[in-house]
């Protein structure tokens, strides 16, 4: 019989940060550099997230869609691309989290952002790993797409944990990430980007294990069929 020191680590304790920094340091700061190469899912993508986001907010009573949200937060935002896209477009504000500073710059000196920073709309940027990130305003929604997988599941639940204090009343955290498809329905560490992709159970988990309920969940549709499948979940507290 093997003894437990012969089991496989598990995925998320082989990430390392600074090799994940390293990588994204790397990477061209446009949505092409951004999508792995797939620039082309970024308007599908947008798509799919507004319409979401609007029957969020069809049902709320707190964030109806006849006024504008008035802060929200794009995390792991990388250049701002949804930002852009989609939550500039519903919110007076929004803040930015991202670590690697070359891809803020283009938030923060950009020609593309100029009209939303001239009006206002583009708060505090905050440079730093969502691990270290502590929020400093109330927020109608924190966005969290396509980031997570350089956490490991401790600072996931500590990142949870920690967020959904600085949410409005009714507010919601809105999860996008890529599903693990393993045959054996385990979590798959990439040592390209040093990041884990999880499952669908994971994700439920650790929304649970933070005393998070998810309100809405639904398979993003229309993206190449040899990428990841992708979910978008939005969650609230369980209080």
Request: net charge negative; aromatic share 8%; glycine share 8%.
């Amino acid at each position: 019989m093997s003894s437990g020191s012969d089991a496989a680590p598990a995925p998320d304790s082989q990430i390392d940060t600074s090799a994940a920094l390293t990588y994204w340091n790397s990477c061209d700061p446009s949505v092409t550099g951004m999508l792995g190469g797939f620039p082309q899912v970024s308007r599908i993508d947008l798509q799919q997230s507004t319409t979401f986001l609007a029957k969020l907010r069809r049902a709320s009573k707190t964030h109806p869609t006849t006024t504008p949200l008035s802060r929200i937060v794009d995390c792991g935002a990388g250049i701002g691309r949804i930002t852009l896209g989609l939550l500039s477009k519903v919110a007076t504000v929004t803040d930015i989290v991202e670590p690697v500073e070359k891809f803020t710059r283009e938030i923060s000196e950009g020609d593309d952002f100029k009209q939303l920073r001239d009006q206002g709309k583009i708060g505090t940027i905050y440079n730093v790993g969502l691990e270290a990130w502590e929020p400093e305003h109330t927020y109608d929604i924190i966005w969290i797409q396509w980031c997570l997988g350089q956490c490991t599941d401790t600072q996931v639940n500590a990142l949870f944990t920690r967020i959904q204090k600085h949410l409005s009343p009714g507010g919601w955290i809105v999860l996008k990430e890529n599903l693990s498809n393993h045959q054996l329905g385990e979590d798959v560490y990439d040592e390209t980007d040093s990041s884990v992709t999880r499952t669908d159970d994971k994700f439920r988990a650790l929304f649970k294990e933070a005393g998070l309920k998810i309100v809405a969940t639904e398979l993003q549709r229309g993206f190449p069929k040899d990428l990841y499948p992708v979910r978008i979940y939005a969650a609230q507290p369980e209080a």
